[in-house]
């Protein structure tokens, strides 16, 4: 009796509620959800797509969050908070990039945060990223990464600096598919060469390591890929980084352009690229529609830049 009681405790302890909160009588902030006092577009984001864009905080645990994740390198180092003046941007640009995802999939699969700063550690152990677990994204603004801009153009942002989108649809598709089990959507896997924890990938590293042979490895590399019907060579360690790399990709890039350099004359990639379309679609996103705006919004901005004589 005494067993099937701690059980039945057990399991109602763990049952979800509607909307988490906190106990009062303790004293503790509500999680993952801004105050009331937020910014109005803050609230919109996150009453949308239950995704909390956050741009402040008073003391470094609240950005390292242990009960996310324990963050040492910002334990040690520390992080700046973003310039008030500039706070609003940010807001705008994930406004943009959820905007491009449909709401269904966002409350799936995305993090719970985007924490925006101005710097995330020091000099040499500085970052321009991090996740901290698997439910917040940091990231600095104005980000410094190589290749990144300034913001001229705040609207416009996500599709012109193709640096920083390209960067944190990346770090996105990681956070993404570590919610997914590594036999998730057993059919796209099963339509190319099978994962090998990275034994093929690295035994073409080892014999590059031992002959330095750079056109043999680059073509034993690219043969990985096509003949696997991974995007790259690294995508046949796993399904979580074979599907993170379609989504990087297909969420920043033209058909037109995913046709001509992975589609054509490659069967195994072409049913991986329409089993992934397909997926996508039981979330209501056309992800592929997403791809086709950016690339068409990025090359429209293009056209307008002074050209570079060589």
Known sequence: MLALLVVSISFSACDKETDPVATEDLGLEKLFSPGEDAEPMVKDIYNQY????????????????????E???????????????????????????????????????????????????????????????RSRLVICWPNQAEGCMEVTDLENHYYQDSVLTTKVWG??????????????????????????????YDRIRDDYYSDHD????????????ENGGFITAGGSR????????????????????????????????????????????????DIQATGNRFRQKFDEYKATLPRVEN
């Open 171 to 200: 770090y996105l598709s990681e956070m993404i598919t570590s919610r997914m089990e590594e036999d998730f959507l057993p059919e796209f896997g099963a339509a190319g060469r099978a994962y090998d924890n990275g034994a093929a």
């Open 71 to 133: 963050d040492a390198m910002i334990k040690n180092f520390g992080a700046t908070n973003m310039d008030e003046e500039i706070v609003d941007q940010p807001c705008i640009w994930v406004k943009t990039l959820l905007g491009n995802v449909s709401e269904q999939f966002v409350k799936s699969y995305f993090p719970l945060e985007f924490f925006f700063v101005k710097t995330y550690g020091r000099s040499f152990w500085a970052s321009d990223f991090a996740k901290v677990g």
């Open 50 to 69: 239950g995704v909390w864009v956050r741009t402040h905080f008073d003391y470094i645990d609240q950005l390292t969050n242990a009960i996310i994740a």
């Open 214 to 225: 750079e056109e043999k490895y680059d073509k034993a590399m690219e043969e990985l890929a």
């Open 238 to 285: 796993s399904f979580r980084a074979d599907f993170g790399e379609w989504i990087q990709l297909v969420a920043t890039e033209s058909y037109e352009n995913i046709r001509e350099q992975y589609l054509d004359n490659n069967r195994i990639r072409t049913k991986k690229y329409e089993i992934f379309i397909n997926f996508m679609k039981t979330y209501n996103w």
